[in-house]
């Protein structure tokens, strides 16, 4: 079977895009830039609306990251990383060196991955959690915006990840990536 073919769960055949399959079908108008959808392992995954408490929650993280952020570094937000040939993710927000274009940042620049959860828990959890720790992220946190507690996820490998930690809302968030950073969810 050629490799721009993928089989569904329901067992029909579905063809299978590159990034620069999709680069090009947005830059020829096609797919809009305003379409918001993630392309994993081939597949276009439609990303559903952001609500009120996502919202909030990557707003108050985003700034108090950017107030703890050295100089070195680049915080981004809903920004594309090409992971592979077949897989490209827009975390909700992004740390990396300011020394890569955003087009240029693979899996092991990301020093922390951001995942902020209303209705997609589950997907952030378990498949993104997965592809994140395969293509070598370093740091990646899942919050589920609606119970306000975040899945701390450390030391990546091919088959998952060493630890998952749950915090709770009164619990500091510290990431490696950013030493002088500290968040509680409670304070969203």
Known sequence: MPSTITKAAEGYYRRAFTVDEIIAMQDAGIISEDENFELIEGEIVPMGPKYSAHELIKSELGMALSKSCPDTLRIGFESSFFLSASTFVEPDIAVYSKRLRTQDVRGPDILLAIEVAASSL???????????????????????????????????????WGSVTRKGPEEALRSAAVPAFTFRLVDA
């Open 122 to 160: 589950a997907y952030d959890l378990n498949l993104k959690a997965k592809l994140y720790a395969r293509h070598g992220v370093r740091e990646y946190w899942v919050i589920d915006a609606n119970e306000r507690v975040a899945f701390v996820h450390l030391g990546p490998s091919e088959t998952g």
